[in-house]
């Protein structure tokens, strides 16, 4: 009942809803809603009573729940099979074990916190409470295993559109799929791929986005290379509504690769990016090497002219773009 | 102790072991080793003893225990992590999620018996208790994500190897990785790949062998399409041998491919393969053809001439080999 009562509430945010409305509506007495609205603020829910006019909600908390990441989802598939945790390990990996026990395509595991948070590589990914976005959907896309790398640039044109559309941020694409503002990581993508050699079992895209975080909330190692959405715009970012914004861009961008392929995903990264025409440092397990990215190729390596007027193409590695103080972050 | 025992008349298997002996390389009462003895024979060991000569053993039963495959196991990695079980679902299952869990490399999962064994594509594996060798292997392979359909062909290669060695038997490989005896399948391969987009992080090598069930033991509908070892030979195989047997195959072949490359693994498989020159029908998600299997390509693609006299690459799919009664099995 609070959850209706939480909906009706919602569909009629700054505006009163009278007690008898809602009583008729769901069928339960006045005091039965005094003690839900109760619960609610109790919860972080800004209501307003009027004895004359009824409950108006005047703001929701930012707090990752099932409903409020429910109300208003704007999509389809993804998120309607959706696990919210205050608090794991990685999100990728219990994506990973809810899909290795079936679950569907579009399951969503969202955390308020992550214990030992990854980015490629095994790499630690700060992931404190109360602040970010931590987040993984899994996906069973109808493709060969080899073409899982196309994902990547799939999800990194959902995510980067959306903080585009929710916070008016200028963000861009990092190859393949960081998101940057102003030279500096808001967001990282993990994806993982569980196959057989000729089908794909499923993907897990892991995304981490530093929403809410003060400069003074990151280690001193990444306050030159990482940075919030709250910092860049100065303001706090409600993180469900912008959970709620990616999904529905990332089932978007999804169907258009699946519809019209690669090239049109591709189309849009080009013109989200901020790599392309940079100097860039490309290192690898196996050397390290500078040069300008000119362009991406039709499989989206990344191909970099280095000194000697050669063209590398970059499959994979670590892409550093010069930083305004000459030496590359 | 009974392992210790068990050790020395093995390594004098068909000999006397005087208990006086015994006794004095362990540190053990005659009774004690009396005990041990005993102990063996309710295994299935059987052992003569003689009150003047001592013991001797005359044969091991065919059972699947960490000891009995540990005992001349002549590899340096492969199955040194080793898990022994009576049933489990899946031995492929489990050997991922032992993987997941840090398993290392050369980790090896066996059972005696899967209850929801599985082929390629979710496909049913019969796997029966006490007349099969059904086990999976961990490997992180140092390579990029693409290149593990190669690992295919090297296991592929590495069991009909020892099935060869051990059973002196013609077994062949069709492509790109089933064993044949006379057309008829006695084992199947299952890989499968974890992976970031841009590195392993472990792939499962899947081996379901059938060893020694009767011509009975086989569902009706499999009976025109499979065959164990013991049926092709006419005799009974030990299974733990046959594993040993594959693991020190399995770990040259992987070491070539290493060192010497692809090249030198599709050399082997050539060498090995029934399928090069047969008529073919392949069969994937969008289609049905008929040819004739030409050869394989440096990637393992096969090359099939269809009647028009194209040559087509298959990556991926089903290929049936046609039988003598003119039909593809």
Redesign the interface.
């Known amino acids: 009942m609070k959850q209706a009562i939480l909906q009706m509430l919602i569909e009629n945010q700054g505006e009163y809803v009278s007690g008898e409305q809602i009583s008729k509506t769901l069928h339960v007495t006045r005091t039965a809603i005094w003690k839900q609205i109760k619960n609610l603020k109790q919860e972080g829910y800004e209501i307003d009573s009027s004895p004359r006019l009824g409950y108006r909600l005047l703001s929701r908390p930012d707090i990752l729940k099932p409903e409020e990441i429910k109300i208003g989802l704007a999509t389809e598939i993804l998120g309607r099979e959706l696990y919210v945790f205050e608090q794991v390990n990685s999100t990728n990996?219990l994506a990973?074990k809810k899909a290795?026990e079936g679950a569907s395509h579009g399951t969503v595991v969202v955390a308020d916190q992550q214990l030992s948070g990854r980015g490629?590589?095994g790499r630690p990914w700060a992931s404190p409470p109360g602040t970010g976005l931590w987040f993984s959907v899994v996906l069973r896309p109808p493709l060969?295993?080899?073409l899982?790398?196309q994902l990547?640039f799939v999800s990194a044109v959902a995510v980067c559109h959306a903080i585009r559309d929710y916070t008016g941020l200028p963000v861009t694409i990092k190859w393949p799929n960081d998101i940057l503002f102003s030279g500096k990581k808001v967001c990282g993508i993990?994806?993982?791929?569980?196959?057989?050699?000729?089908?794909i079992?499923y993907v897990v895209i892991g995304i981490g986005i530093n929403v809410n975080q003060e400069m003074a909330d990151f280690p001193p190692e990444l306050q030159e290379k990482a940075i919030s959405l709250a910092v860049a715009g100065n303001t706090k970012y409600n993180r469900v509504g912008l959970l709620k914004a990616i999904l529905k861009e990332l089932e978007k961008e999804y169907e258009i690769y699946l519809t019209e392929g690669f090239p049109a995903v591709l189309k849009h990264w080009r013109s989200l990016t901020s790599t392309l025409g940079q100097e860039v440092m490309v290192s690898s397990t196996d050397e390290t090497f500078t040069g300008v990215a000119e362009d991406i190729n039709g499989e989206g390596c990344l191909l970099v002219r280095t000194e000697d007027g050669n063209v590398r193409s970059v499959?994979?590695?670590d892409v550093s773009l010069r930083g305004k103080e000459g030496h590359y972050l």
């Open positions: 990996d990973k290795a490629r590589l060969k295993p080899f899982a790398p990547i993990l994806t993982e791929l569980s196959a057989e050699i000729d089908i079992n499959m994979v590695g």
